[in-house]
């Protein structure tokens, strides 16, 4: 059964470092997401994806955020100079239909 | 009344009891309804989708009431390994495409 695939599993980073979370989702799939998720706290939206462009954002997403499919299969997250509050636990997730999401097993951002 | 609400729990549970736990929303607009099940430091997965009054799969039941705002979900025969947090989802009243996520209601099964 196809899967949504993340890397890295685990990222450790310093305050002010940029970093990419990459994401593989399923193929046929049309709307692609990103989700962020806080220890202990609950799944919070931050990005969707249709056609090769943000098609909804969060009040979360802001400038330090931005978002690429740079090759038609690879979905990505960049994250510019990181703060301490953005570790989190960073999720993918694609649909082939409306609203019922697959999800990847994350990508656990340590910002020190 | 917050987009979506949960009881934090945790529900202690013992196996082969029936438990059942309740999500409120807000939007009287939506027309569709999620669980998802999240075991610690993994990936919510999708549990059961609730397109009318309700849907059955197995041990589990969700089912919704329009009138008061609410979606159940009923796990019959439970197990251990139904152990998990349990996210109810709604899609936000002005997105055809953006979820609104509850805090979760964690369920622990003890033998």
């Known amino acids: 059964e196809p899967e949504v695939t993340q890397t890295p599993s685990h990222q450790v980073t310093q305050m002010g470092q940029e970093v990419i979370l990459r994401c593989v989702p399923i193929?046929?799939?049309?709307?692609f997401y990103w989700y962020r998720q806080i220890l202990g706290q609950k799944v919070e939206f931050l990005v969707s994806f249709y056609n090769n462009e943000i098609s909804e954002k969060s009040e979360i997403f802001d400038d330090q955020f931005s978002v690429e499919r740079p090759d038609g299969s690879n979905f990505t997250l960049k994250i510019r100079s990181t703060k301490l509050e953005d570790s989190a636990m960073y999720f993918c997730a694609s649909i082939p239909q409306e609203y019922e999401q697959y999800f990847g097993p994350g990508t656990r951002l340590t910002v020190t | 009344r917050k987009e979506v609400e949960q009881d934090p729990g945790p529900f202690n549970v013992p196996e082969g009891a029936t438990v059942a736990f309740n999500c409120t929303y807000s939007?009287?607009?939506?027309?569709?309804f999620f669980w998802y099940r999240q075991d610690c430091r993994k990936e919510p997965k999708l549990l059961m989708s609730v397109y009318s009054s309700g849907n059955e799969d197995g041990r589990f039941t969700a089912q919704l009431n329009r009138a008061s705002q609410y979606i159940s979900l009923l796990i019959r025969d439970s197990k251990l390994s139904d152990s998990a947090t349990y996210l109810c989802v709604v899609p936000r009243g002005d997105s055809n495409y953006q979820l609104i996520w509850g805090a979760g209601t964690k369920l622990i099964i003890k033998p």
């Open positions: 193929s046929n799939h049309l709307y």
């Open positions: 939007n009287s607009a939506s027309q569709s």
